[in-house]
């Protein structure tokens, strides 16, 4: 009898814990359409003032998220360089995009959660689609069309982060700075490489 009453106890609590988290969900839901500057990361609704009590401002958010993106590109666009580029140069080139987004993107992500940002962790589609394209192409045509794109991206990439090294927050403002002096090295290879190719 006292293992039924036990049994029955459990199971009456464990009931009203899930109610009061479905109750929690469902005003955390409620809020979040209403407010007005609710956008959607990866299906996660993400408030535009959701990182005032850390000190980042809303251009620090978009700063990070905006750099998410870049760096997933340059490493899932390296992946297949390293398989399809013909040139020696572009394999090398490809295996340095690698490693050092690799260590870019650990540093931000680690960075975005001090900060409680939420970055996206895959493409948007039509970045997607591109990469897909790119995995059919191969040899000399495959080696310009990556290199073109890498000088073109890291023009962008270096406007970004120079946006981002004057954020007023100093931890953003510093990973920016160093990140930046990389990506700029980057910048420089690519159009030497660029102008290589036949």
């Not at 948007?124 to 495959?142: R, V, Y």
Request: proline share 1%; glycine share 6%.
């Amino acid at each position: 009898m006292k293992k039924i009453f036990l049994l029955s106890t459990a199971f009456a609590l464990a009931i009203s814990f899930q109610a009061c988290q479905t109750a929690d969900k469902k005003s955390a839901t409620t809020k979040d359409s209403v407010s007005g500057d609710t956008t959607m990361v990866n299906g996660n609704h993400v408030a535009g003032s959701e990182s005032t009590e850390t000190g980042i401002d809303e251009a620090g958010a978009t700063f990070l998220r905006k750099a998410a993106v870049g760096g997933i590109m340059e490493v899932e666009a390296a992946k297949i360089a390293a398989k399809n580029a013909k040139s020696t140069e572009v394999k090398d080139f490809a295996a340095k995009m690698l490693a050092d987004h690799t260590k870019a993107n650990t540093e931000l992500k680690a960075l975005a959660q001090s900060k409680k940002v939420i970055t996206p962790d895959a493409l948007p589609a039509d970045q997607q689609i591109h990469l897909d394209e790119m995995k059919k192409m191969t040899g000399a045509a495959f080696d310009k069309h990556y290199m073109d794109m890498m000088v073109t991206d890291h023009n962008k990439t270096v406007a970004l982060f120079k946006q981002g090294t004057e954020n007023r927050d100093q931890s953003v403002k510093e990973w920016a700075n160093n990140t930046l002096k990389v990506i700029e090295q980057h910048d420089e290879m690519a159009k030497k490489i660029v102008a290589g190719l036949k």
